[in-house]
């Protein structure tokens, strides 16, 4: 049954049910992965609503896995987190995305930033921001080139590692956004009380405007409350015109979305920034 796999329960998939092995495989295979740096990023455009113009990209991990191919970060990212991964795998991810971003930039495209997810897990990593700043200077990547995304529920644990990680950030000059805002259940004084660059709507608000006004009305307080405490907002999930149109007129300025562009290999995304230059 899922219960017997001990904590394990939100990574199973159709078809692993009551297969502890085959659990013990993947995690197996995940562990080489790590080893072989057998993942992949993509990168998702994001937008200036007014002009549609790029403003940067969010890094998105895929693992190249050697029999379902590229592998979804939903899919390992909680298994990576319960086995100790995730600390490996985030370090090539930081990596990966700055290396990137330097080979871009000397190629003479235009310079953009990347933002890369950081999980809970490595956020309360005591020297994370060492870490960071260690990877940016070993890709030759200025650090305004950089931004961390972090999910509201990961800045609500150990206010005093979070306020002393966010100030090392803010003073290192790599942008924080919170991500994922609205769904951590949590009182909002954090915002003031951390230095915080963009709230990113999350997408489950996005999804049903502009035909639902309940979240019509979420979506526009929270656009509200970021301007008021002087954060950008950025909308997630945007997949139509009508969607995009609705937060032209809120004044939302940033937007994210299959609707703007899907995540991207590096190739494809390369394209959208040298189109960018035209
Ligand atoms: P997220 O940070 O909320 O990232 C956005 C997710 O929404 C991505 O899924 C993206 O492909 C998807 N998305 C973008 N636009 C749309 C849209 O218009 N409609 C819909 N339905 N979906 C859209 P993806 O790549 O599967 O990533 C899922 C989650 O995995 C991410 O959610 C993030 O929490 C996590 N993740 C991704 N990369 C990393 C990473 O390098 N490290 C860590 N720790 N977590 C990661
Ligand atoms: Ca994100
Ligand atoms: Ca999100
Ligand atoms: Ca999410």
């Not at 979305?257 to 035209?278: H, K, N, S, T, V």
Request: glycine content about 8%; some cysteine; overall charge negative.
């Amino acid at each position: 049954t899922k219960e017997s796999g001990r904590g394990t329960r939100m990574f199973y998939e159709p078809g692993m049910e009551g297969q502890p092995t085959e659990l013990l495989q993947q995690e197996h295979l995940l562990r080489e992965a790590v080893f072989q740096g057998a993942f992949a990023l993509h990168y998702q455009p994001q937008v200036r609503v007014a002009d549609g113009r790029l403003v940067g990209f969010e890094a998105l991990v895929r693992w190249r896995h050697p029999v379902r191919g590229l592998v979804g970060p939903d899919e390992f990212i909680p298994l990576a987190e319960s086995r100790g991964l995730i600390t490996p795998i985030g370090r090539w991810v930081l990596h990966e995305a700055c290396r990137q971003l330097k080979a871009w930039h000397d190629e003479g495209l235009p310079r953009v930033p990347v933002a890369v997810n950081l999980s809970a897990i490595e956020f309360r990593q005591r020297d994370v921001v060492g870490e960071i700043a260690q990877v940016l200077q070993s890709a030759g990547l200025a650090p305004q080139y950089l931004e961390v995304e972090i999910t509201e529920s990961a800045l609500m644990q150990q206010a005093d590692h979070t306020r002393t990680t966010l100030q090392a950030l803010q003073a290192l000059g790599v942008a924080v956004t919170v991500d994922d805002f609205g769904t951590g259940y949590s009182s909002l004084a954090y915002l003031k009380r951390y230095p915080l660059d963009k709230i990113k709507v999350d997408r489950s608000f996005v999804t049903d405007t502009p035909a639902d006004s309940e979240d019509v009305a979420i979506v526009t307080a929270i656009i509200q409350l970021a301007h008021s405490l002087q954060l950008q907002p950025v909308a997630e999930g945007v997949e139509t015109a009508e969607q995009l149109a609705l937060l032209r007129r809120l004044g939302c300025e940033l937007a994210q979305g299959f609707g703007i562009a899907p995540p991207m290999d590096a190739q494809r995304a390369r394209e959208w920034l040298r189109a960018q230059a035209e």
